[in-house]
Each structure stands twice: as C-alpha cells, then as structure tokens.
C-alpha cells in the first residue's frame, strides 16, 4: 500500500494590511510512495483519478481532555497521476486567529497576579491519502505539532 513520507509543518507569522491583524501561511511539505503495482496502473490509465491527498488542519486537545481534537479548516486536495507524488507541497494563507484553538482561562472576576497563562496552541495538519477507485483510506499521517500563542 502507498505510505506517506517526511510530513512537515512549518507556520510563518507576517504583518497584514488589517490593522491588529497578522497573516499566518502554513506550509507542509511530504511525499507520497506509491507500490509498483499501484504506479503500473497510473501509468497504463494517466488520464484516471486515482488517489487523492486531503490536507486538513487540526488543533491538538490534551489526551486527559476525552475530546477530539478540533478540525480547524480544510486545505487542499492533491489528485494522482496529475501531481508529482515526490514532491508535494501544499500552502495555506490564513489570519493569525484562525490558529487560537485555546483561548485560554476565562480571566478572574479580580485581577490576579500573575494573570492567568495564555491559552497555548497546538496545530498539526493531518494528511489522508484515498484510493479513489475503492474508495478506501489508504495511509494517514499527521505533521508535527507546531505550538504558538496565536493571537
Ligand atoms: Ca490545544
Ligand atoms: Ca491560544
């Protein structure tokens, strides 16, 4: 079966032309290894759709929490033959605030000092590889967690 390779999330912080407002631009780089029997098929029917790599960005929740992490936003989608399975890269360009999965405490009634921590983010982007003909999950990996306080 075809295996994911190399996952890796980076988040980049930049000024935007909103005021208070940053962007953040996810990038996630990785490559797809598909099996000899798997690339036989593709190259005897190029013009099919294959497989398909979904990206989706998660913020990660504490194991002791009992939830699920919470799915942020859909990235993108990747079909194959159409994209070099070598070298894959997908890009997002958000506001900052769509990272703030965990705002944090509530803040006191009373002032405290010192105030209460600020919630920590935790993002990692989960990749999912479909065979499309079956309609099966083939492999699924997720990046590393990138932890910011996004704002
Ligand atoms: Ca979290
Ligand atoms: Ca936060």
Request: some cysteine.
């Amino acid at each position: 079966m075809a295996s994911i390779e190399a996952a890796m999330l980076t988040i980049t912080l930049s000024p935007s032309s909103v005021p208070k407002r940053r962007n953040a631009r996810l990038t996630v780089t990785c490559k797809v290894v598909f099996e000899e029997i798997e690339r036989c098929v593709m190259q005897v029917c190029p013009n099919g759709t294959w497989f398909a790599l979904e990206a989706r960005c998660f913020g990660e929740d504490h194991p002791n929490n009992h939830s699920r992490d919470d799915e942020l936003f859909f990235i993108q989608k990747r079909i194959f033959p159409l994209q070099d399975p070598s070298n894959i890269t997908f890009i997002a360009d958000v506001f900052e605030d769509a990272l703030n999965e965990d705002p944090g405490a509530d803040p006191p009634e009373t002032p405290s000092f010192p105030p209460p921590p600020p919630g920590l983010d935790e993002i990692y982007v989960r990749l999912t590889l479909f065979n499309m003909f079956s309609n099966t999950v083939v492999a699924e990996v997720d990046t590393n967690v990138v932890t910011g306080v996004f704002r």
